[in-house]
């Protein structure tokens, strides 16, 4: 089975059983902060990487304000913590929810856009954002940031080391990459794919593709938030920097190079491009060159990625040539 | 009450009238063919038919409702299932995923079933799959030991197959089937005659683009003939293989004199 079709199930606990196993004991081992902060941010960045891949992997449209709703669900934890003294427990579930409001509230006037239309609208929401969220001091206190985020606390006491925040974000990918597994493998999945491939021919199979469209939207943007929410409690602190047009990028980056339209790529992705620039320290200034070398070589060596579906990045509308398929209108006959 | 009424329908795109007050009916049961010369609207009409292009007069009438007014997806959860003149299949999509989108329709599953997975989720699935392989079965050999296969891996001939599996696989009532022959040798032709009157036989209604004459003469229980957005002939297939001005539309204007 090729690695883009992996979905864990029950059946196949010897793959992820194993993996998972592997990652408990894992701090244990290396007992080191410096190591486990970068695993608790590869951990962030494997569900904003997977839920980025239900919209631009799955159904086929091309988000690129993925950072726009990290950073709302972010603002959303940080200012219920601050000022409402909510716990880590309800903020981030509350994240999650004003993230994927504000995606319902952007995807149902443009999502009846396509291609690079869409790409833009989502461009200039982040832009939006970004400038929202510097200049309205009131509610985000601007330039400023929010400082003094409270951790989390489990059973009352609140997480100091990374070593429980590292047992926190790897509870939460398991559960939202189990969630996200169950909606890819189901009905609601196949209509995301189907939209992917041929609009029109879903329409016809009686897919009310709008509605699917906007639903994977919320989905994708409800789990930013969620990741946003965690950034928040973890960083201790926001500001509108950490979530501009490059985040989306970043993002991007690593969900092209895991590859898209899979379930283990946005994980590949995220992990490697989060340990990647750091274990490349000891090049000193040469490290951007090699980092910009890989992205290279992925994209002409294996366009996919790590663990795309094959041909994921060729056949698609807006980065390539109109192919037969990507047509609007059929011919007069 | 026919199961399909066209009445008096016209097109225009801008000045040109791709089609002008067309009106036939289609009957429970019937195979009715659809013939004329490139450009003659038939493929318009085709995308009236399951609304994806807006009609600027006249009606359709689908067991009594308006199709005029409906979306795509409201059109095939009526019951009538299209294939297209250029294949639209899922290319990284497997034949079994294909049939599977088929099935979406008869399926309930939604975003809360599919992450909470009650157990009617694994049978509503199993059911999907088994009626797609039994759809499947109709295409004999060609379609069943590739079923995990991607459909872009697929032969020419068996995408066209692959995209009528998929129509059959949502049980429409009527089928709209674009130039099914396409691109096909006379072997595979023979086969999809073979199919049409298999998919007769699961009592579906079909409405036939064609240009292969042996096909549409083969099937039809009566032919329609456009031309030029306008509706020239209709009658029985020995009828239209007589009649005059069709012989004139399609072999122009000295033939039909001589």
């Given at each position: 089975m090729p690695v883009y079709e992996f979905v864990p199930r029950r059946e196949n606990w010897y793959v992820w059983l194993p993996l998972l196993a592997a990652l408990v004991i894992f701090p244990l081992l290396v007992r080191s902060e410096y190591i486990l902060s970068i695993a608790v941010y590869a951990g962030i960045y494997i569900i904003l990487t997977s839920s980025l891949n239900i919209t631009n992997?799955?159904?086929?449209l091309f988000s690129f304000g993925h950072a726009a709703f990290y950073g709302i669900g972010a603002y959303t934890a940080a200012i219920l913590a601050t000022r409402l003294g909510l716990s880590f427990w309800l903020t981030l579930p509350l994240a999650g929810v004003v993230a994927g409001l504000f995606g319902a509230a952007i995807a149902l006037?443009?999502?009846?856009l396509t291609g690079i239309f869409l790409a833009l609208v989502t461009i200039g929401f982040q832009e939006i954002t970004f400038l929202v969220t510097l200049n309205w001091i009131g509610l985000t206190r601007g330039p400023m940031g929010i400082p003094a985020i409270p951790p989390p606390a489990i059973g009352g006491v609140a997480l100091s080391g990374n070593l429980g925040y590292y047992y926190l974000i790897l509870a939460l990918d398991v559960i939202v990459l189990g969630l996200l597994s169950r909606i890819v493998t189901s009905r609601v999945g196949r209509a995301f794919m189907a939209i992917r491939e041929d609009e029109l021919a879903a329409q016809s199979a009686g897919i009310p593709t709008f509605r699917v469209k906007v639903l994977s939207f919320v989905i994708a943007t409800f789990f930013a938030g969620i990741a946003g929410a965690f950034f928040a409690h973890h960083a201790r602190f926001v500001s509108?920097?950490?979530?501009?047009l490059d985040e989306t990028f970043a993002i991007l980056t690593m969900l092209i190079v895991g590859g898209m339209g899979s379930l283990v790529g946005p994980v590949l992705g995220a992990v490697l491009l989060v340990v990647l620039p750091e274990a490349s320290r000891?090049?000193?200034?040469y490290r951007g060159v090699v980092y910009g070398l890989i992205l290279i070589g992925v994209i002409l060596f294996r366009p996919e990625g790590l663990a795309g579906v094959p041909g994921i990045i060729q056949a698609r509308g807006a980065l390539s040539r109109v192919d037969e398929?990507?047509?609007?209108g059929e011919p007069v006959g | 009450m026919s199961l399909l009424e066209i009445q008096s329908v016209s097109v225009s795109f801008g000045g040109l009238m791709a089609l002008k007050r067309v009106s036939f009916a289609l009957e429970e049961g019937e195979i009715v063919g659809l013939i004329g010369p490139n450009g003659a609207g038939k493929t318009t009409l085709f995308n009236c038919l399951s609304a994806f292009q807006p009609v600027s007069e006249g009606h359709l009438r689908y067991s009594g409702v308006a199709?005029?007014?409906?979306s795509p997806h409201q059109v095939a959860a009526l019951g009538v299932a299209r294939t297209f003149q250029t294949s639209r299949i899922f290319r990284r999509m497997t034949v079994l995923e294909h049939l599977l989108v088929g099935r979406h329709l008869h399926q309930r599953t939604d975003l809360w079933a599919a992450i909470a997975r009650p157990a009617w989720v694994a049978r509503e699935e199993a059911e999907a799959r088994e009626c797609g392989l039994r759809t499947l079965a109709l295409f004999e050999d060609r379609l069943l030991p590739r079923l995990h296969d991607f459909a872009e891996t697929l032969s020419y001939a068996n995408r066209r197959r692959l995209e009528i599996a998929r129509a059959l696989a949502s049980e429409p009532r009527l089928l709209l089937l674009d130039e099914p022959t396409a691109g096909m040798n006379p072997h595979e032709s023979a086969g999809i005659v073979q199919l049409i009157k298999k998919i007769r036989h699961l009592g579906i209604s079909i409405l036939l683009i064609e240009h292969d004459m042996k096909v549409i003469m083969g099937v039809s229980d009566r032919i329609v003939v456009l031309d030029h957005g306008e509706k020239i002939a209709e009658g029985l297939p020995e009828e239209i293989r007589r009649n005059e001005e069709v012989l004139r539309a399609y072999m122009g204007r000295r033939y039909g004199r001589a």
């Open positions: 992997g799955y159904t086929g006037p443009t999502l009846r509108a920097d950490s979530f501009r000891f090049l000193a200034e398929s990507s047509g609007a | 199709l005029e007014t409906l």
